[in-house]
């Protein structure tokens, strides 16, 4: 199993950011997918996640409004899109499935948030 987060960079307030999770070594359609995000200094919390099928997601209260999560099972890829972005959603942002009782992460990808 294998997740690649991109599409991490530094953004001004009020901007837009696009994560993308790559994901392979598993049969993606079967399983639901995460997106966590880790602050300095904060423990690793949770932002949003979207089932198998894109049918049913859930947010964060944080984000709720602001961030959406999608994904396309052709290419094997989960999205998060983040808009009126603040300070306060600094963070590593990291993909996360559950597969075969296997928690699996990728290695992340920075977000700053800053003038």
């Known amino acids: 199993v294998q997740l690649v987060e991109s599409g991490g960079g530094l953004v001004q307030p009020g901007g837009s950011l696009r994560l993308s999770c790559a994901a392979s070594?598993?049969?993606?359609?079967?399983?639901?997918m995460s997106w966590y995000r880790q602050a300095p200094g904060k423990v690793r919390e949770f932002v949003a996640s979207?089932?198998?099928?894109?049918?049913?997601?859930n947010y964060a209260d944080s984000v709720k409004g602001r961030f959406t999560i999608s994904r396309d099972n052709a290419k094997n890829t989960v999205y998060v899109q983040m808009n009126s972005l603040k300070p306060d959603d600094t963070a590593v942002y990291y993909c996360?499935?559950?597969?075969?009782?296997?928690?699996?992460w990728g290695q992340g990808t920075q977000v700053t948030v800053s003038s």
């Open positions: 070594g598993f049969t993606f359609s079967n399983y639901g």
């Open positions: 996360y499935a559950y597969i075969r009782w296997t928690e699996f």
């Open positions: 979207i089932s198998s099928r894109g049918g049913s997601t």
